[in-house]
């Protein structure tokens, strides 16, 4: 498994030794928190108690409290939910499709986006339950045997297939995250030093012993969920694109959204990580691990599927003009020139505008700027959802029936919570977990290569020497051979 | 406290062992579960045994946790005979609420009035009704009404027996029988009651009835008195009209008689594809009225022309030689004279003005078209207005009165010289009113003795002249309340001994009438009439024995509606010599204004301020505007761009020393410089629905002293020609509409276009739209041919590009129910509206939540307008849900909660919804309508009950259908096309065992309609109504193309124009 590219980066810089691996991944798991992160999850809290009083509007007095009416039933809900799924794109992508395409590079980063993932399925999943009109009947939404009629679903409806869809989704990527971190709970169980923690990493562990079987029935499991998860990937954002792409409404009703969607949320997903893993590496003092090369790589990911959304707005509006349907060609006009012509405009800007400029290797390269680029990337998705959803709606067939929507405080609130939900999810997960698959990271890491002379050529860039790169050699600790 | 010892049985009393040891045991009998655990408790516990107690203990603890509240229900011990639980009753009855007429059957479940539906019976309504109609049975129910009589010393008020007050108020008419007392009243339509004040004018020598109208046709009946010799409205018939022109003359919607006028204007614009002829409509106006908007021909005039285009009217058809002055407008008076002349006969001009002079030129103008004898009938008198405004002047200049009695106005607020009245009122020795709430008038009196709701009470109308209609109470009075005729006759000592000529006791026959009826009422009447009427009931009886030709009363009760055997003659004839100089002078010069004009009107569903307790009414759209609780100043377009004024902008407008701040509402047709303010609002004292709540959570007191809307009263005038001034606030207001001015743009013409040119301009390719068709008289064929071969196309789109070839559900076996609606009948009074709000339990939202576009009607009036801002054309739809047999929102739901009847009705499962709302996303109508709070208290949660619902109290609940499901918070819920109704028609059928027939079924809004627009039926049953709609030519249904396959059928609206008249 020894990676080593003459013509690459090395995915891990600076002077690290197998042990110092093990002590930079496991520090934030054996340390006590510092102030930042203590304030960070003050603030978290915060957003999610102070969204938690809109959750209870909502859910006590009924969603009257929001600001959808007659023509626009579905507003901040639905956006918030598209959105939160597809940014919980990127983790399966990274962990299972560039895991079947032996994309090394991936193994700093998916953990965390992994993690990712997971928490914003579960933010995405508050919506659907949040917004029904009776949300204590929403278990009517399963198909099981019952005594009520019986009630059983429709399985015409594309809020159906939601439902097995995001299930499913999410219930593998569980899997997937897990399977990755027993041997790194395990690390950690042998590390510990208190009891209490022995014995909650030793059962999060599930035994693991680092055995060769051990081993191979990991590789071989991590496979097979790659390969369940890779199509699970297209398929999630797929099947949310129909919630929109089978109905009648013009904007909506659109063959072109299931790869748009797919496109888009895996552009999302990959800025949402930037964004996470930037704040991520330099917080946890992770850079070595969480390198340029790795932001590098993912804008690219980003610049290819931005430039696929930017294509997709123009087909369509390409499409709805060739139609000679008028209320496409309206539903398109409106979106443009429209009431909500800002909003239009800030998802041409930041989706398609944006990611052109990490054509510039100068700028791919730049933290602040990627940082920066990411967050517009967010705010373009959201609103490119906002603009699917509210624009469309809120002028159909109909003229007489016309209207305009601003979220009500309880709406942006819940939004909020959501965001209260996630960093509270993320900032434990960076105390509790290893932020990165250390076992994987290992398994990339040079330890008995030969000096990569032509290598060293290219190292002339950065600032390390061959020494400082490789690090000292000292002999390699018995537990760290162990769980390797 | 007695401490008798209480025993079930003998068993208990002598303690027998078996008594005892069962008495012991918690369950009469053994249980079966009892043995069993006995039978195994010999085994040593095991783990099965475990389980099964576990499970057993578990169940029984929830069950036992689990309380039954205890119901109390308590049935009729004698069941009375015509009253079956679950069954309706329907009692014909009158409408009359001083300036509406209708007949009516009311609809009562279980002893209570739910519903009212026309009653096809009367000759005058034809089963038409109107928004105030229907919502009038709300206002039984409304809390804000009077729960017994008041007294009242000023800020003083209160409670009093009946006992007291007509002692006080006996002992005080009796002390002064030759006192100078007035009765001040609406219109009376009732022929007894007239006859009930005549008598009282016979015992007081000094009494005096004096009628006041707020919506008075004064002018008119003083021109009519010099033109015809009485003072006195004919009856108009606008069906046999081929021309009809309308002078400022809203007959559509408040004029005289908005629902009979509707009925036979609807009649003459029938069209007949093979045969197409309709009458032609022009209508010479100002403010954009629900008339004008239904005109072929509209042309906009200011306020202070209207008397100058009578008088071009008159000179282009010979009948003056003055100098008529030119106005904007003119050439077309001159087109519409020459039209009116060949329809000579069959013409009809009408004109809404209070101007004596201008009707009498109107007069003048309908002798020269030959509409006397054809179109207007002098012969039959017409009792719907009787107020002179005189009257009314010189009573309040006539000095102080000893008592004053008002019944059904409210002159205080609603009289432009409401403050004298109120100081004629604490000037007089004694003052009562008979309203039926606290209202302005009330608390000028010194008593309030409420009258009963008219479903409480006795009564009859007359609104032409033989034309009999009578009311019977449908329920005991809730309150502590005396329909006013009573306390009159209670007052006077008219209940002791009357000398009014009854009929001979002996003449009252036996029980049966010839169609084994029996005749209690009679019978009651006859005996104790005899010499002592105890109440008006009896007295209206006694009134009614030999009147009326060929029923006998329980036979006329039964119907409603009779014909008096002998009507006294009317038959007046026209006097043309009363258009002097002098007349045409007036019209010339005083009428003649040049700067801003205002009009204070009546619109119609509040009118002057009587409805604007009653939520229904406040919560129905106004035809024209879609406006909803409070009022506005309606402004035109270009007055609006020039001025930058938006819909909202709170504008100020002044005239006679006094102003108001009220929002604009930018109104196509209106003409420049001209304005005009619904009144009814601004009420110091008023209900729920007529306070503007902006919180969702009730209302706090200091909520309830602000009035919705602003009192124009003040301003002292109906029509102020001079003197005014609106400018702009910078402050802005939510107009409470339900539809807004997008829908201008749908069919906007563009400039600088050839004919057949289509716009390339995205903003006019709304008018490629497929939801309206419009066709023109003079060019039906083609517009026919055009619709067709649109149609055929899209049907064979569908067919070609369907992936489920084959596999099409099909509605052809059994019933297959659907709508027919007819564009070119409906007049978009809105009363199919209120109807459908009122039979589905559609709840009441209240203003903030129509302002959030949260609105819940299942049936809505779509307005469109088309052409020129300045003066458009309009077209009104009525929109249900469409029952789609594609329903895109049946595939959609996730939990199958809306689905396809086998009789092609998209249906509702409220109990499965759990409120996602995509059906309403994904329908391309959007008719459906979600419960974003718990309007109607329905849900067991009392926290969610929305506190903005004025209805949602206790006693205005009792006015829901218990047909119909009380939907909750949270489901989605749309026109169901009356199932209930369908049910019961099957049903029905099925008892008589007979096929069901077209029309056995008729939907709520159907019933409703005065117009016949809509009508309900099986789309198999190829001699149905609705059938015959289908195969009508005119026939489309809405968005043919994107085959949701449609069950509502519409027939295209035609305009009556020449060619050279299209735009």
């Known amino acids: 498994m020894h990676y080593s590219s003459p013509v690459r980066e090395p995915l891990i810089t600076g002077k690290k030794d197998l042990h110092q691996l093990t002590e930079d ?459 390797e | 406290m007695s401490q008798n010892k209480y025993w079930k049985g003998i068993e208990e009393k002598q303690q027998t062992e078996k008594f005892v040891k069962q008495s012991a045991k918690e369950f009469a009998e053994d249980l079966p579960m009892l043995d069993a655990i006995a039978a195994e408790k010999a085994m040593p516990s095991n783990r099965r045994n475990f389980l099964k107690m576990l499970g057993f203990g578990i169940t029984s603890a929830t069950l036992a946790s689990c309380a039954q509240p205890v119901r109390k229900a308590i049935p009729y011990t004698i069941k009375p005979e015509e009253i079956t639980p679950g069954i309706a009753n329907y009692y014909a009855s009158t409408f009359w609420d001083g300036t509406e007429y209708a007949s009516v059957l009311v609809k009562t479940r279980d002893g209570r009035p739910i519903k009212l539906e026309g009653n096809k019976n009367s000759e005058f309504t034809n089963g038409g009704t109107s928004i105030k109609t229907q919502a009038s049975i709300l206002s039984l129910y409304d809390t804000n009404r009077l729960d017994s009589p008041r007294k009242i010393d000023g800020d003083n008020i209160s409670k009093e027996t009946w006992a007291n007050i007509d002692k006080e108020i006996t002992a005080k008419l009796k002390a002064n029988p030759s006192g100078n007392y007035v009765l001040v009243s609406s219109t009376i339509i009732s022929p007894s009651t007239k006859a009930l004040i005549k008598s009282m004018q016979s015992k007081f020598a000094n009494f005096k009835h004096v009628t006041y109208d707020s919506n008075s046709a004064s002018g008119m009946l003083e021109a009519n008195k010099e033109s015809f010799g009485k003072a006195m409205i004919p009856k108009y018939n606008f069906a046999k009209a081929e021309v009809i022109v309308g002078l400022d003359a809203d007959f559509l919607g408040t004029w005289i008689s908005p629902v009979e006028f509707i009925a036979q204007y609807a009649k003459g614009r029938k069209v007949n594809e093979k045969k197409p002829k309709m009458s032609r409509h022009f209508q010479v106006e100002t403010r954009m009225s629900l008339t004008g908007c239904n005109a072929d021909v509209r042309v906009p005039v200011k306020y202070s022309e209207i008397g100058a285009a009578a008088l071009a009217l008159l000179s282009k058809l010979g009948g003056t030689d003055a100098n008529v002055p030119q106005f904007e407008g003119s050439e077309q008076i001159t087109k519409i004279a020459k039209e009116l002349k060949a329809a000579q006969g069959k013409a009809l001009v009408v004109c809404g003005s209070n101007d004596k002079n201008i009707q009498l030129v109107v007069n003048a103008i309908n002798e020269k078209i030959g509409a006397y004898g054809t179109t207007i009938d002098l012969g039959t008198e017409c009792n719907l207005r009787q107020g002179m405004d005189s009257d009314f002047v010189s009573l309040l200049n006539g000095g102080k009165a000893d008592a004053i009695f008002v019944h059904n106005c409210n002159p205080v607020y609603d009289s432009v010289m409401g403050d004298k009245f109120a100081k004629l009122l604490s000037q007089s020795d004694l003052a009562v009113s008979f309203n039926q709430t606290l209202d302005a008038t009330a608390r000028a009196c010194n008593y309030a003795c409420p009258s009963s709701h008219y479903l409480e009470s006795w009564g009859d109308a007359e609104p032409y002249a033989g034309m009999i209609s009578l009311q019977q109470p449908s329920i005991t009075t809730i309150f502590d309340t005396r329909q006013f005729q009573d306390s009159l006759m209670v007052w006077t000592g008219m209940n002791e001994g009357m000398t009014m000529s009854y009929p001979d006791p002996a003449a009252v026959d036996s029980t049966t009438n010839a169609n084994g009826e029996l005749e209690i009422a009679v019978n009651n009447g006859g005996v104790e009439l005899k010499n002592n009427p105890k109440d008006y009931q009896s007295y209206l009886t006694a009134f009614y024995k030999g009147k009326l030709s060929g029923k006998t009363w329980t036979k006329a009760l039964h119907d409603g509606v009779a014909t008096m055997a002998s009507v006294p003659g009317a038959a007046a004839s026209f006097t043309a010599s009363n258009i002097n100089q002098g007349v045409v002078a007036m019209l010339n010069v005083a009428q003649r204004s040049s700067g801003p004009e205002l009009e204070l009107f009546e619109d119609t569903k509040i009118g002057n301020g009587m409805y604007a307790d009653n939520p229904w009414c406040q919560e129905t759209p106004d035809p024209v505007t879609k406006t909803t609780y409070g009022n506005y100043i309606m402004v035109s377009p270009r007055w609006a761009m020039n001025n930058k004024v938006k819909d909202g902008d709170v504008l100020k407008v002044s005239a006679n020393g006094y102003s108001v701040d009220v929002p604009a509402c930018v109104q196509p047709g209106q003409k420049m410089d001209t304005f005009a303010i619904p009144l009814g609002y601004g009420r110091k004292f008023g209900g729920r629905a007529s306070r503007d709540i902006r919180t969702s959570w009730g209302a706090t007191a200091k909520d309830m002293e602000r009035p919705l809307g602003v009192d124009v009263n003040p301003f002292k005038s109906r029509l102020l020609l001079s003197g005014v001034t609106v400018e702009k606030t910078g402050a802005n207001q939510n107009l409470a509409q339900t539809q807004t001015h997008h829908s ?223 939907r909750g918070r949270g489901v989605m819920e749309k026109c169901t096309m009356c199932v209930q109704r369908v049910q019961l028609g099957k049903l029905e059928a099925k008892k008589r065992g007979a096929k069901l027939k077209d029309g056995d079924i008729k939907t709520a809004c159907q019933t409703a309609c005065p117009s016949d627009a809509i009508v309900f039926g099986d789309m198999n049953d190829k001699k149905s109504e609705v059938y015959k709609y289908k195969k009508n030519g005119r026939n489309y249904v809405m968005l043919e193309e994107i085959n949701v396959a449609s069950s509502v059928n519409y027939l295209a609206k035609v305009r009556n124009l020449k060619k050279d008249e299209i735009v």
């Open chain 1, 25 to 483: 991944i496991c520090r934030p798991v054996e340390t006590k928190p510092n102030l930042a992160w203590m304030i960070a999850l003050a603030i978290s809290l915060l957003f999610l108690t102070g969204g938690g009083v809109a959750i209870f509007m909502t859910v006590y007095f009924g969603i009257g409290e929001w600001n959808l009416n007659r023509t626009i039933g579905w507003g901040w809900d639905i956006t918030n939910f598209v959105w939160w799924i597809g940014i919980g794109h990127a983790g399966t992508l990274i962990s299972a499709i560039l895991l079947l395409f032996r994309q090394k590079w991936r193994t700093g980063v998916n953990r965390a986006a992994e993690a990712m993932t997971i928490f914003a399925v579960a933010c995405a999943g508050l919506f659907p339950l949040l917004h029904a009109g009776r949300c204590w009947l929403v278990f009517f939404i399963f198909p099981y045997p019952n005594t009520r009629g019986p009630l059983w679903t429709n399985f015409n409806s594309p809020l159906m297939w939601d439902v097995f869809a995001i299930s499913t989704y999410l219930t593998v990527s569980v899997l997937f995250w897990y399977m990755g971190l027993l041997p790194d709970f395990a690390t950690i169980r042998d590390r510990a030093k208190h009891r209490l923690r022995k014995v909650i990493y030793g059962a999060l562990s599930f035994g693991w012993t680092g055995s060769a079987k051990h081993w191979q029935r990991h590789e071989s499991l991590s496979l097979i969920l790659a390969g369940l998860a890779t199509p699970l990937v297209l398929s999630v954002h797929t099947i949310v694109s129909f919630d929109f792409a089978t109905s009648v409404i013009p904007g909506w009703h659109t063959t072109i959204f299931p790869p748009y969607f797919v496109a888009g949320a895996i552009f999302s997903g990959f800025a949402m990580v930037q964004t996470l893993m930037i704040l991520t590496r330099k917080l946890l003092g992770l850079e070595g691990y969480i390198t340029v090369a790795h932001v590098e790589s993912m804008n690219k990911v980003i610049l290819l599927t931005g430039s696929i959304v930017g294509i997709a707005y123009i087909t369509e509006l390409f499409v709805a003009m060739y139609s000679g349907n008028i209320y496409e060609m309206y539903a398109f006009a409106n979106r443009i020139g429209g009431p909500y012509w800002w909003a239009y405009a800030i998802m041409m800007s930041c989706n398609v505008i944006s990611p052109q400029f990490f054509w510039f290797k100068k700028l791919r390269r730049s933290i602040v700027f990627t940082f920066i680029l990411s967050i517009f990337v967010n705010i373009g998705m959201w609103f490119e959802r906002f603009v699917i959803i509210v624009t469309s709606l809120h002028r159909d067939f109909l003229p007489s029936s016309w209207s305009y929507y601003v979220p009500s405080w309880v709406e942006v609130g819940i939004y909020l919570a959501t965001f209260g939900l996630f960093f509270t999810l993320f900032l434990l997960f960076t105390r509790t977990f290893p932020v990165i698959a250390l076992a994987e990271v290992k398994a990339i890491f040079r330890t008995s290569s030969d000096l990569h002379t032509h290598q060293q050529a290219k190292l002339d860039n950065s600032k390390y020497t061959y020494k400082e790169f490789v690090g000292d050699t000292s002999p390699i600790k018995e537990e760290e051979v162990i769980s």
């Open chain 2, 744 to 966: 201008i743009d749908i069919t906007m013409p563009v400039a600088g276009l050839k004919e057949g040119e289509k716009s390339h301009d995205e903003k006019h390719r709304l008018k490629d739209r497929t939801v309206i068709r419009e066709m023109v008289l003079d060019n039906l064929k083609d517009d026919l041919h055009d619709l067709h071969e649109e149609r055929h196309f899209y049907q064979h789109m569908i067919e070609d590009y369907s992936i489920y070839k084959g596999f099409e559900e099909d509605y052809s076996q059994g019933h297959h129910w659907g709508l027919g609606i007819d564009l070119n009948s409906c007049v978009g009074c809105g009363a199919c509206v209120t109807s459908c709000h009122i039979e589905n339990n559609v709840p009441v939202v209240g203003k903030v939540e129509v302002e959030r576009v949260h609105e819940m009607h299942w049936l809505r009036i779509d307005r469109y307008y088309s052409g020129n801002e300045e003066n458009p054309k309009v077209v009104f739809q009525p929109v249900m849900c469409q029952h789609c047999d594609n329903a895109p929102c049946e595939n959609v739901c996730p939990v199958s909660a809306t689905n396809h009847s086998s009789e092609g009705l998209n249906q509702m499962t409220y109990n499965r919804c759990i409120g996602t709302r995509y059906c309403a996303n994904n329908c391309p109508f959007k008719v459906r309508r979600f419960n974003w709070y718990d309007y109607w208290g329905a849900d067991s949660f009392p926290w969610n009950e929305h506190k903005g619902n004025p209805v949602n109290t206790e006693l205005g609940r009792l006015v829901l259908n218990p047909d119909v499901t009380v």
